[in-house]
């Protein structure tokens, strides 16, 4: 059976989970709402319109649409003013060796990424020829947990969901992976990541043999 490897990006491949909360506490101060490390986790894998509607209700703040966009169009200012000094050295560890690694066995590479941010950072970092298809925010109209993204980024690498494998770093990637009948792997905190089929604390904790046990399995 043929595989495909699927990414998700933010907190996988690089660690702009950190700029994504930099860049809502600023907008979250502004509104005077508490907004912490903590309830960050909530935002993680989720589209830039639903997070401010998270923040918003975490504050119990009332808005019209018109501040909203505002709000929305400032977060993703203040975001791209952490990317512009981008390179390599943001991915996180062991990511690049496991991309060599899985292009040296020939196996389909996929991102599937709720961002709409996704393509500059995988040129920016350099990486961008390791994907043989690149599923965005911009592609999908159903947010993670919803499988969408990952559905597609499958059906174009010509793989069934069962013989694709996810890489996650959000709870709502874990389950969008596990609702689309893919095998899930949780990169982070086992505590927040539980219901994955596979936890690693990042790439480096991820042997060869494991891969190649993966590629090697037979499903129906
Ligand atoms: C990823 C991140 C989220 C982010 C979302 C949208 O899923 O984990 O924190 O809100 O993408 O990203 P964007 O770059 O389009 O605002
Ligand atoms: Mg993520």
Redesign the pocket.
Known sequence: NKKAFIF????VIVD??RY?FLAWQKIANELNIDFTLENNEL??????VR?LDIILELGKVEASQEDKNRWLIQ??EE?LSYLVDMDQSELLPGVLSMLHYLKEKNQPIALG??????RPILEKTGIRHYFDVVVD?NDVSNA?PDPEVFLIAAKLLDVSPENAIVFED?VAGVQAANIGKMTSIGIGEESVLFEAKYIFEDFTHIEESFIESLINKKTN
């Not at 935002?43 to 830039?48: A, E, F, I, N, P």
């Open positions: 998700d990006l933010d907190g702009t989970a994504h935002l993680k894998g989720v589209s830039r997070s977060k993703n975001y990424s709720a961002s709409k941010n996704a925010g993670k959000s």
